[in-house]
């Protein structure tokens, strides 16, 4: 078991369980919610709704089913049973408790839909992805470089059970499909559907072109959206929207696609060992894939909500990140070379003089850990968590 990694979203988990009735963890599949929530409640039963037995159970007689746990429970893969969130509307409603029921799911489409419907306002609401750079420090052989980090990602079997990606990987993509993707949607063409998950990974850093990704294929745009719309719902990638508050006028809309483990990714770009990264075509965006990633776990894991955007205009011009503060803006370049040149500060230069503010940050693959060049401030791919 991962029990040794202490979880940088625990505080986080102890706040909403204080404050709210019931809390509500998700994220993708073996991401370590269970063992965190086992190992935070411990007083508290435990249910996987994945057991036929009491899923049959929680359908066919919810009352029954709830009626068994007077001092609450932790409810695992609760989305398999959608029709009990109105019964527990009832019994929150009922008792002052707080943090008397704790739900979790790998499917945050399913589930929020079902929590938005019943439970709006009792549920304090957690996205659990997997280690964060931070955290697999604590593993038994930690990551040595960026490239280790990135090939390995941060599912807990792989970076803590140091499970051979080459094994992992291929059956978690198998898990995957046969259980998520056909309980959201009746996918019959289960081929397709991964030749779509492999073109993903090769537009890693690119804005979503929903036609051409189809083209590819050889399956419709309508198909397409709602594929992805599937594989954002089970956390397998996530879209990065474009920053167009205050500049309407000729910012491009689409966003970026990036993965939520880099060690899927590069799974699924066929790459086998991590000094491949190095050399591979892709080694730049995998490096934004990762630190964009990064940063979006050190939000998630302090219970906060997702504040990140890239910025691109018509013209051209972009910036990597922009990481939105209400209202102040940090832009963000990401480049993987460990030498520095003076094109890396193109966007943040053009972001000066759009903003008239000097808040950018350039992350780069060097082991420096924090230093200034050309009046910006540099910061290695370490230092993530302050950015």
């Known amino acids: ?3 040794m990694v202490e979880r940088d979203a625990k505080d986080a ?3 909403l369980a204080k404050s709210f009735k019931a809390v509500a963890l998700t994220g993708p599949r073996q991401s370590g919610k269970t063992t965190l929530l086992r190992e935070m409640f411990p007083e508290k039963s435990y249910l996987s709704l994945e057991n036929p ?3 049959q159970f929680a359908l066919t007689d919810p009352v029954q089913f709830l009626k068994r746990f007077p001092q609450g429970a932790i409810l695992d893969e609760v989305q398999r049973a959608p029709d009990l969130f109105s019964y527990l509307q009832q019994i929150l409603d009922e008792s002052t408790e707080h943090g008397k029921f704790v739900l979790s799911g790998s499917n945050n489409f399913l589930l929020l839909e079902s929590i938005t419907q019943s439970l709006a306002g009792r549920v304090g609401y957690l996205e659990l992805l997997p280690f ?4 697999t420090m604590a593993c038994p052989s930690p990551p040595t ?5 990135l090939f390995q990602g941060g599912y807990p079997a792989v970076a803590h059970d140091q499970v051979s990606p080459s094994l992992w990987f291929p059956s978690y993509v198998r898990t995957y499909i046969e259980r998520d993707v056909r309980q959201i949607r009746n996918i019959s063409d289960i081929l397709q559907f991964q030749r779509l998950l492999q073109a993903c990974a090769g537009r890693i850093g690119q804005q979503v072109n929903f036609s051409s990704l189809g083209n590819d294929i050889g399956i ?5 959206q709602s594929w992805i719309s599937i594989m954002q719902a089970s956390y397998i990638i996530f879209l990065l929207p474009p920053f167009y508050k205050n500049f309407n006028k000729r910012v491009v809309k689409a966003p970026k696609l990036y993965f939520h483990d880099t060690g899927l990714a590069s799974y699924l770009l066929g790459i086998t060992k991590s000094d491949q990264v190095m050399t591979h075509p892709f080694k730049g965006p995998l490096f934004e894939n990762l630190v964009i990633l990064e940063c979006l776990k050190n939000r998630l894991n ?8 890239y910025y691109r205009d018509s013209a051209g011009n972009e910036v990597d990140l922009i990481i939105d503060h209400g209202i102040t803006q940090t832009a963000v370049e990401i480049k993987s070379a460990e030498t520095l040149s003076k094109d890396f500060l193109k966007g943040l230069l053009y972001w000066e003089k759009l903003t008239g503010t000097k808040e950018g940050k350039l992350i780069y693959g060097g082991e420096s850990v924090r230093h200034s060049y050309e009046g ?3 910061m290695n791919w370490k230092s993530l968590p302050e950015v």
């Open 53 to 55: 037995q009491e899923r």
């Open 132 to 135: 964060s750079y931070r955290e």
């Open 376 to 378: 910006f401030e540099v």
């Open 13 to 15: 988990v102890i706040q």
């Open 220 to 224: 419709d745009y309508k198909t397409v």
């Open 145 to 149: 470089s960026w490239l280790s980090y």
């Open 302 to 309: 302090k219970g906060q909500r997702n504040n990140l955007f």
């Open 1 to 3: 078991m991962h029990d």
